[in-house]
């Protein structure tokens, strides 16, 4: 059933364009949940659940790495477009019209409407348990994903989409309290209720465990709020499981790899070399992930743009059917390296810097092949400074540096005017203006 009503999947997704895609300047309210689309029979789920996958991984996925990749200096700007360049400015220069911040919003609220009626669906078609259990799981962790991603971008995020564009937005530690309870919520019901066959053959795809997964982004949002216990168990769930699948993003010809389309299939944006990293963070000689990650010398991004050194595009984004992983096994490691040294478990915390740094049989690939840290392992300061190092170049266009930057740097001091060489920009973005036009209830934009 993998191509199950193929012709469901394309009903739905005329109808989410018709209410959602809209010109650059007119956007339809992006805050109406896609009830138009909650279906009410089991294939009509099935179709739902496998349109959300294809949604999110072209095209979510490339505004929750590409803004936060210029605003934190991992991608150069390579062409005039207005919207990449004012992300690249960013400081008080950022407009909230700008289709730079209006792209991932808008996108990010699409596809936690789609979650959101998943949700809802699974709840009253009637279903198996274990295809019950699996569709709740799969729409709880999308939409948690997509929670987590609005929470690095903006100060504040709506929870639940609303059918009058009036969603209450709610702060940042609301909202990862309700991505952990989602992906409890999603690890527990898989727990007492295993997904059924039906389920795993047509919902999921091969290059995935939705149980690892699960953990994988329960660990990430745990260490976000400060729960280092919880982070660590979560990770080990994860590094421990006898389920040998890297979970991945796959693409073909009509479904491209979206990175790769916006640093090797067009002339807009190149990785920054030394991976944007400046100072003591700049990678080591020597260091594998650099030509995993970056090919030749590209020449350098726009002088209004900041001008640095580019390279070449590989690694995850190499070809257009290149897969991309939905998390990195070194997060995981990294995770525990955090959370360890924030509750001054420094011998722990280094060990697991010496697993990343030591790696070199990486499941995707991603080995350091680094000699073990030599710096002063009874100084937290100077290991955390290690961890932040090795996430940047480990976790590279993921999406989770500008999130890194302000937990690990929270006093550095963001300028108001533009700037296009510190190590971050914003300290969040303005909400879009077309969330204020349509949402009373969306809160005053932040200084920067």
């Not at 360049?85 to 990010?108: D, F, Q, R």
């Not at 690890?187 to 690892?212: G, I, N």
């Not at 722990?348 to 070199?360: G, P």
Request: net charge negative; hydrophobic share 40%.
């Amino acid at each position: 059933m993998k191509n199950i009503k193929i012709y469901s999947i394309i009903t739905i997704f005329l109808i989410i364009n018709s209410v959602f895609v809209a010109c650059d300047t007119e956007f339809e309210n992006p805050n109406n949940p896609t009830e138009q689309v909650v279906l009410e029979t089991k294939d009509g789920l099935f179709a739902l659940a496998t349109g959300i996958r294809q949604y999110y991984s072209v095209n979510v996925l490339r505004q929750v790495v590409e803004a936060p990749g210029i605003t934190t200096r991992e991608l150069g700007v390579t062409n005039t477009f207005l919207n990449i360049n004012e992300l690249a400015k960013g400081g008080a220069e950022l407009p909230p019209e700008s289709g730079g911040i209006t792209n991932p919003w808008v996108n990010l609220l699409r596809a936690k409407g789609m979650a959101e009626s998943l949700i809802e669906g699974a709840n009253t078609v009637e279903l198996t348990a274990g295809t019950r259990s699996g569709l709740l799981a799969y729409g709880h962790l999308f939409k948690a994903m997509c929670l987590g991603a609005m929470i690095q971008m903006f100060e504040q995020a709506p929870i639940n989409n609303s059918a009058d564009g009036e969603a209450p937005f709610s702060e940042r530690a609301l909202v990862l309290a309700e991505c952990i309870s989602l992906l409890e919520g999603a690890r527990d019901v898989l727990a007492a209720t295993p997904m059924s066959d039906e389920f795993k053959s047509t919902v999921l795809w091969a290059d995935v465990s939705l149980p690892k997964t699960i953990n994988a982004f329960l660990s990430r949002y745990q260490l976000w709020s400060g729960n280092y216990s919880e982070a660590i168990s979560a990770a080990d769930a994860v590094l421990n499981d006898s389920d040998a699948t890297n979970s991945m993003w796959i693409y073909d010809a009509n479904n491209q790899n979206p990175i790769w389309n916006r640093t090797v299939n067009s002339t807009d944006l190149k990785p920054q070399t030394n991976f944007g990293l400046l100072g003591t963070f700049v990678p080591e000689a020597g260091d594998g992930r650099i030509a995993f990650y970056l090919g030749a010398d590209a020449g350098f991004a726009n002088a209004d743009a900041g001008g640095q050194a580019i390279s070449e595009m590989l690694g995850f984004a190499a070809t257009g059917t290149t897969s991309v992983p939905i998390y990195l096994p070194g997060e995981m490691m990294l995770n525990k390296a955090e959370a360890y040294a924030r509750q001054d478990q420094l011998d722990n915390a280094v060990t697991q810097i010496d697993l990343v740094r030591q790696k070199n049989d990486d499941p995707l690939g991603v080995n350091a092949n680094l000699a073990a840290w030599t710096g002063n392992a009874s100084s937290q300061t100077e290991i955390l400074d290690e961890i932040y190092k090795n996430r940047s170049i480990e976790l590279f266009l993921t999406g989770l540096r500008w999130g890194d930057n302000k937990r690990f740097f929270p006093n550095f001091s963001v300028p108001v005017e533009a700037n296009t060489t510190n190590q971050r920009n914003r300290e969040f973005y303005p909400y879009p203006t077309v969330e204020r036009e349509n949402n009373p209830n969306t809160p005053a934009n932040p200084s920067i």
